[in-house]
T-cell receptor, first 116, second 115 residues
Framework: AQKITQTQPGMFVQEKEAVTLDCTYD???????LFWYKQPSSGEMIFLIY??????QNATEGRYSLNFQKARKSANLVISASQLGDSAMYFCAMREGDTGGFKTIFGAGTRLFVKA | DTAVSQTPKYLVTQMGNDKSIKCEQN?????MYWYKQDSKKFLKIMFS???????INETVPNRFSPKSPDKAHLNLHINSLELGDSAVYFC??????????????FGPGTRLTVL
């Protein structure tokens, strides 16, 4: 079973509008971390935002916010005021484990296209 | 001021050859990783090292051998390259292995093409 599911292979958004990229996860752990990374066409992986499973408030970093709904096991990324430079692949990831070892698992990604 | 660097950026080689990819981080992190990203963009962990010690080996063929001479370097050597090894290989590092908040910082990737 997939641990991280990103159901939107591709998304379009108009410049200056907000967009939500979906991510659901599957874990039986109580403690875990959720991440979003951006991969532009140049190929590098850029860390965007982190949410801990015990964090009560949704994480925000500039124009990025994470809509964390623990009961639904979802961690959607919201990008406000989209810019052309936001066009990229976006990966949701989950870090889980224990003292025996931690592992980060990535979703399949969502490609975002921002239209002028 | 590159945090995580990889060389080479591109690698084109023939099937059956042996090749190495080098990775260095100047962040002072204890843990380093190798990931493989296939043509469908799926990113999968291969190895992780903590302070030069192998922690995770995700059932990668033993043709792949990571080597960590010190905690700032993690190189990947691949023997007898096969067509299916063509992918982008990412090196990453994080502050410590034992943490859920541990953000990984990625290198620019090495695009390996096996002909």
């Amino acid at each position: 079973a997939q641990k991280i599911t990103q159901t939107q292979p591709g998304m379009f958004v108009q410049e200056k509008e907000a967009v939500t990229l979906d991510c659901t996860y599957d874990t039986s752990d109580q403690s875990y971390g959720l991440f979003w990374y951006k991969q532009p066409s140049s190929g590098e992986m850029i860390f965007l935002i982190y949410q801990g499973s015990y964090d009560e408030q949704n994480a925000t970093e500039g124009r990025y916010s994470l809509n964390f709904q623990k009961a639904r096991k979802s961690a959607n990324l919201v990008i406000s005021a989209s810019q052309l430079g936001d066009s990229a692949m976006y990966f949701c990831a989950m870090r889980e484990g224990d003292t025996g070892g931690f592992k980060t698992i990535f979703g399949a990604g969502t490609r975002l296209f921002v239209k002028a | 001021d590159t945090a995580v660097s990889q060389t080479p950026k591109y690698l084109v080689t023939q099937m059956g050859n042996d090749k190495s990819i080098k990775c260095e981080q100047n962040l002072g992190h204890d843990t380093m990783y190798w990931y493989k990203q296939d043509s469908k963009k799926f990113l999968k962990i291969m190895f992780s090292y903590n302070n030069k010690e192998l922690i995770i080996n995700e059932t990668v063929p033993n043709r792949f051998s990571p080597k960590s001479p010190d905690k700032a370097h993690l190189n990947l050597h691949i023997n007898s390259l096969e067509l299916g090894d063509s992918a982008v290989y990412f090196c990453a590092s994080s502050q410590e292995l034992g943490g859920l908040t541990d953000t990984q910082y990625f290198g620019p990737g090495t695009r390996l093409t096996v002909l």
